[in-house]
């Protein structure tokens, strides 16, 4: 596990990257920032890492990190997305799992934009 904080416009959040290979390629690409787009309660934004799915799954849980191969994506989920079913965000096609975002994610769902900027903490 790898502590990194991610920056969302002025809000600080504390994360960690997991022990996966492609969490592993993008804490060396570290510190990344990008305008991030919503899909629903989902921030995603492409970042310069190409791997495949190394753990596909479409069962993620709010604060999960993700990376979605398709579109080379960093993606954090805090909440129910376009294909969501239950309560629990669902991302569009499978994802790997490459961490976890911790603090109040719920102040994200008021957002209309988001500026994103990852550290190494």
Known sequence: MK???IFINDIE????LNDTKTAEEIYKILP???????????IYFEIPVMMP???PTEEVEVGDLGYWPIGKSFCI???RTPVSTTDKPKP???VTIIGKIKGNLEELK????ARVRIIKE
């Not at 008021?110 to 934009?113: A, C, E, S, V, W």
């Open 92 to 94: 569009a096609s499978a």
């Open 77 to 79: 989920f805090y909440g």
């Open 13 to 16: 959040f504390g994360a960690v």
């Open 53 to 55: 799915n190394e753990k």
């Open 3 to 5: 502590p990194i904080k």
């Open 32 to 42: 990344i920032e990008a305008e991030g787009n919503f899909w629903g309660n989902e």
């Open 110 to 113: 008021k957002l209309k934009k």
